[in-house]
């Protein structure tokens, strides 16, 4: 009943959204059972082409085979190096999709070359911008853990349909091998990848680290895209009497 009553009211709606989840157990997983496993791993620097044709920017990722949910790159709005470039776009190797370069207070000026490709989804971060910079989706994961059959509607070049035919229904990892090499044969990897070892997340009790799938989700609107709902809330919970006291500053943090 309450939930028809936020219905009624306008606050509950539905999207496809994010899920952390584990492909062997075929499961949602919450944020409580998370943990970071350092892992192997490789840098590969790949040329994103700007589209005024001036040039290309390089990235640094460890997930080349989610070039296809790319739908941004992002720096941080006080590096000197992208402010010049923030507005402008870019397009994608191998599957030419035009894509904006924005600003984000979380994108660090010095890990790799200071500017990230934003997909749909690699990591936890990546759910953070497409929340806050408001982003499309281009999901390609499925919830097996294979690229899933249907090219995202961004990708309309014969180039890019060609590069997703190379990579759909491939697992993670045999989609990462497969756009490793269709980079060096276009030339759209700047030399060789960079091992590296890295933290990634797991299911506590996974084998396989976690991948970020979509599905239809509900939500409640709690003021945290609207000011003045958050701070009616913030208002009624000083009318309550709390029980210990300190969960009146939990409840007005979240």
């Not at 080349?64 to 790159?73: F, H, R, S, T, W």
Request: negative net charge; aromatic residues 8%.
């Amino acid at each position: 009943r309450a939930f028809l009553n936020n219905l009624a009211r306008g606050e509950a709606y539905s999207q496809e959204a994010p899920t952390l989840w584990d492909v062997d157990f075929d499961t949602a997983v919450a944020q409580a059972e998370l943990e970071d496993r350092d892992r192997p791993g490789a840098y590969h620097t790949i040329a994103f082409h700007r589209t005024d044709g001036s040039g290309d920017i390089l990235i640094d990722t460890t997930r080349p085979e989610l070039l296809a949910a790319c739908v941004a790159l992002v720096a941080h709005p006080d590096d000197e190096r992208y402010q010049p470039l923030f507005g402008a776009t870019v397009r994608t190797p191998l599957f030419d999709v035009e894509v904006p370069i924005l600003a984000h207070p979380l994108a660090q000026i010095d890990k790799g070359t200071g500017i990230a490709m934003i997909c749909t989804f690699g990591d936890v971060t990546d759910v953070t911008w497409w929340r806050e910079l408001q982003l499309p989706t281009r999901a390609i994961i499925a919830r097996n853990g294979r690229i899933v059959a249907d090219a995202p509607e961004a990708i309309t070049s014969a180039r890019g349909r060609d590069s997703w035919a190379t990579i759909t229904g491939k697992n993670v990892k045999q989609a990462q091998t497969a756009v490793v090499e269709l980079l060096r044969a276009s030339g759209e990897m700047i030399g060789e990848p960079r091992a590296i070892t890295h933290p990634v997340k797991f299911f506590e009790k996974g084998e396989r680290p976690l991948e970020i799938v979509t599905s239809r989700q509900w939500y409640i609107r709690n003021g945290g895209r609207e000011a003045d709902l958050r701070a009616r809330l913030v208002r009624r919970g000083h009318e309550l009497t709390w029980h210990p006291e300190h969960m009146r500053y939990r409840y007005e943090n979240w």
